[in-house]
């Protein structure tokens, strides 16, 4: 299957700090690809679908100010979370569809943990 | 709005039992439903996508079904191992690429 990489696996940061994390395809490329945000013990939670080349489009009730998304090339995508607060700790989930006869299967990076102090 | 349940949300079984884990959503109007493993702490790994023209998909000891009329779709696994510990998740795609997530049920395979 499809690779996507995060980085970094883990992050903890001062409160008012920003944190960047990345996230690869690494043998495909993505023109989309989805950031979400997994809260302990619950499920996951889309909060952004990231387009290269446009802007990101955000799900009802995510701050596009905090959270920044920048889909720089066919197979990288950010996510900053600006000024960031303990409330920000969470686990956080890029993925990225794979197109063609794979019928968009969605493949899924490994995950960051931030935790803001 | 889709809304996805799985139940149970925990299930404890010896080594050997088969597994049934259950899954429900309220649009039938799907693409396609995915089915993932989540360790502790880590990304989830697909395990197997139906296409919404499908009724089960196989791949070794696990076996998916879907009935897309009633909403529901089941995971089977056989022969439950220790190894299978994991949360499973099950996801559902309407017509774009947003998936939408059930809780995910917990599995715990006592040796």
């Known amino acids: 299957g499809a690779v996507v990489s995060q980085h970094p696996s883990w992050v903890i940061c001062k409160s008012g700090t920003s944190v960047k994390i990345e996230c690869r395809s690494l043998?495909?490329?993505?023109?989309?690809m989805f950031w979400y945000r997994q809260f302990p013990k619950q499920s996951l939670m889309l909060m952004a679908t990231?387009?290269?080349?446009?802007?990101?489009?955000?799900e009802q009730g995510v701050e596009k100010d905090k959270f920044l998304i920048n889909h720089a090339s066919l197979t990288l995508s950010t996510l900053t979370v600006t000024s960031a607060h303990p409330e920000d700790s969470s686990f956080y989930i890029c993925?990225?569809?794979?197109?063609?006869?794979?019928?968009?299967?969605?493949?899924f990076g490994p995950g960051t943990r931030l935790t803001v102090l | 709005k889709q809304e996805v349940t799985q139940i149970p949300a925990a299930l404890s079984v010896p080594e050997g039992e088969n597994l049934v884990l259950n899954c429900s959503f309220t649009d039938s109007a799907i693409y396609n439903l995915q089915w993932f493993r989540q360790d502790p702490g880590k990304g989830l790994t697909s395990l197997l996508l139906?296409?919404?023209?499908?009724r089960e998909q196989t791949s070794g000891r696990l076996n998916a079904s879907l009935d897309k009329s009633s909403g529901r779709s089941t995971l089977y696994i056989a022969a439950s191992q220790p190894g299978d510990s994991a949360t499973y998740l099950c996801a559902v795609r309407p017509s774009d690429y947003k998936l939408s997530f059930g809780a995910g049920t917990t599995v715990t395979v006592r040796a």
């Open positions: 043998d495909f490329q993505a023109t989309t």
């Open positions: 990231s387009n290269e080349g446009s802007k990101a489009t955000y």
């Open positions: 139906i296409q919404s023209s499908q």
């Open positions: 993925s990225a569809p794979l197109a063609g006869i794979s019928y968009n299967e969605q493949f």
